[in-house]
Nanobody, 126 residues
Framework: QLQLVESGGGLVQPGGSLRLSCAAS????????IGWFRRAPGKEREGVSC????????WYSDSVKGRFTISGDNAKSTVYLQMDSLKPEDSDVYYC???????????????????WGKGTLVTVSS
């Protein structure tokens, strides 16, 4: 059964760090691209980052560039999003999503998205 499961969210103070994980099961990670997007209730989906598991190329939105780092481990079938220097405006539900290719632009940030997880909540607050 094809599955993506996010974990690692939580409450952190401004300036702090979190590492999100996206565990894939039921399929081979290395043939796809994986993206992270965030969406708060009532807001538009915002692509945050993307990684091609074929060649390791990455993309970041301007809002997180220099603060977030995406990486992947094909052997563990897991993609990570290291989030540093977190700001209150980073508070959101974060989802990982499977697609074919990172587009290198804001929208769509990932082509042919076909599966995503249930999300993990990140709250940045003092």
């Amino acid at each position: 059964q094809l599955q993506l499961v996010e974990s690692g969210g939580g409450l952190v103070q401004p300036g702090g760090s979190l590492r999100l994980s996206c565990a894939a099961s039921g399929w081979t990670l290395e043939y796809y691209a994986i993206g992270w997007f965030r969406r708060a209730p009532g807001k538009e989906r915002e692509g945050v980052s993307c990684i091609s598991m074929r060649d390791g190329s990455t993309w970041y939105s301007d809002s997180v560039k220099g603060r977030f780092t995406i990486s992947g481990d094909n052997a563990k079938s897991t993609v990570y999003l290291q989030m540093d220097s977190l700001k209150p405006e980073d508070s959101d539900v974060y989802y990982c999503v499977r697609g074919d290719y990172c587009s290198g632009r804001v929208s769509p940030f990932l082509y042919n998205m076909d599966s995503w997880g249930k999300g993990t909540l990140v709250t940045v607050s003092s």
